[in-house]
């Protein structure tokens, strides 16, 4: 039976946090990603713990309204719980897993995409107004493109604006880009703003591996060249692979083997491609070696991995 959470006393006010609740709660039917009807902005539910999953996040501001969620970045590992939420400057294949999550008290989060030129926009802006950094915050290491902070009360109340337009959705053509804006705003001038600065600073290290990721993004099946790399980033070899394993927290070719991996789950997946078809597209040369990294990063074969996703999709859509 599905879980509601119960009506207000007409006398009693909510908390930011159980108003965010209720509204997530109220737009997602069932587990899983929900697309919301303001562009750019996905709702997560969960009524139960989850297994480790492997998946990639673009760059984005993802909140935790409920429940408590690990995530592992390469060799890190970030535990982020009730009103925190994570920044993500660059795509980024993680491992993310809930960890407290029942009927009566899902987990519940909300996702809102970022692009580089609206954090670009408000940095010239803003100047020098963007947040100090504190080598004491959960997130020790500045040039980390995945980076964690608590919500305070404005950025709950700028994140219940923007949410709470789905109530109403003649209004948001005309405020979601304003609450959006907001919401960026207050994350700038916090305590991650200096680390999403760096990563539309166009002459610092995170700008140029940033700039990198999106060429591998972009050309993950062809042969990784670190050399034509590091030269397009005007950085020394050396100097890429540290900056970009800082990053990352994952060497360049791990990288690359991770969005082809993903890349190949979503063809069979979406497109109903056969495992060797998948393969070759994304720049594998052999079938069995595929299938056997396949197996290692989403524990299973590929047919069986995609029967089973599909069988999951069945069970969220009815």
Known sequence: MTSTIPELPKNLSASPQRQL?????????????????????????????TSCASTVYEPSLIFI???????????????????????NSVHLPVLGQIVDACQDQPYL??????????????????????????PHTPCPEVGCGLCMSQMDDRMQNALFRLLSLLDSPDDIPILAPLARREIIYRALIGEMGPRMRKFVAADSQANRISQVISTLKDRYAEPLR????????????SSLFH????????????????LRLHEARRLMLNEGLEAATASYRVGYESPSHFSREYSRMFGAPP????????????????
């Open 21 to 49: 609740a209720q509204i997530v709660h109220r737009w997602t039917s069932g587990n899983g990603m929900h697309h919301s009807a303001i562009e750019g902005v996905d709702l997560f539910r969960s009524d139960a713990l």
């Open 65 to 87: 309204i409920q429940g408590t969620k690990t995530v592992q970045l390469g060799d890190r590992e970030i535990v982020y719980g009730p009103l925190s939420y994570l920044a």
């Open 109 to 134: 989060a909300a996702k809102v995409v970022v692009d580089t030129q609206e954090v670009t926009d408000l940095v010239l802006e803003l100047g020098d107004k963007v947040g100090s950094y504190d």
């Open 226 to 237: 670190v050399k034509e790399l590091a030269d397009e980033a005007n950085m020394s070899e």
């Open 243 to 258: 900056s970009f394993k800082q990053v990352t927290r994952m060497s360049p070719l791990q990288f690359q083997k991770k």
């Open 303 to 318: 047919k069986a991995d995609v029967i089973k996703l599909r069988g999951e999709q069945l069970v969220v859509n009815n």
